[in-house]
């Protein structure tokens, strides 16, 4: 559940024969039986900083995040020169959507320790789920300076420059993220998108095939990666609806308007609920003289959008 494990499996020292028995249940994910043994621990004493920090690992990896807050406050009040501390708490609150408050823990984490990326691509994503993109920026790009192929760093630069309207570097992030994750679905697709709204529907489409045969897999690589480094990082899932929405828009500007029509409807399939495709839908039935079918593909838009 938490992003660095790694704080626990390879930077922890240990501290006495109760520490050690817990740790190995944790490592060995007996969560309950290490609870167990880190409450005598902490029973007998209280003041035990480390046995605090893996008390709230475990209570994350039971999904028990109050507790888990908790204990991880304790050990940083106990022990508050410990990086992995700040940043394992800021992990859970950012999985509540407390991204404010995350964020001192992730800054003061990066001061003492600035050469964990793990921590510096939390800080990153933080900072532009605030959008505060230029800081987003700075962390991302110093991320990449440091370790090039860093898993899914260059889709996150691509993601603020998007958001700072700069089509040019998106494209040219996410192009090098595919370029060193091949299989990476979603910075595909986004590629694909921008590809389209910049006229290039044939470069796009080229993308959309590569994507579709990849679609429920996932970027072993990356994982693969990822694992070795002890990290997970993690991209937002698409919807499959959300691939033929685009493959009906890259036929229609390439004007093959039967496919076009077949892509459009895939989507409605998968999406009931989504208006876009009921005006792609509209507006290839007018291209085509249909217009009965976009009168009411129409219709189907509006009231679809007004709810």
Known sequence: MLATLAWVLGFLPLWGQSYDEALRHFRQRNYPE????????????????????LQGLIFAQLRQLPEAEASLRRSIELGPDQAGRHFDLAVILLQQQRQEEALPLLERAVEMDGSNLMTRFYLGRTYHELNRLGRALEEFNSIAESDYSFPAVHYHLARVHRNNGAAEATIRELRTEIDLYPKNVVARLELAEMLL????????LEHLQIAETGFYSRDRRAVAVAKSRRLYVTLTALPPSHLHLLFAKAYRELGRLEEAVSAAVKCVELGPDLAEPHYVLAQIYQ?????????????TFTRLKAN
């Open 287 to 299: 291209e085509r003289d249909q217009m009965e079918k976009a009168a009411r593909a129409m219709e």
């Open 34 to 53: 290490a609870l167990a043994v880190t409450r005598e621990l902490l029973g007998e004493d209280p003041g035990n900083a480390a046995g605090h920090h």
């Open 197 to 204: 709204k910049q006229g290039e529907a044939a470069e796009s």
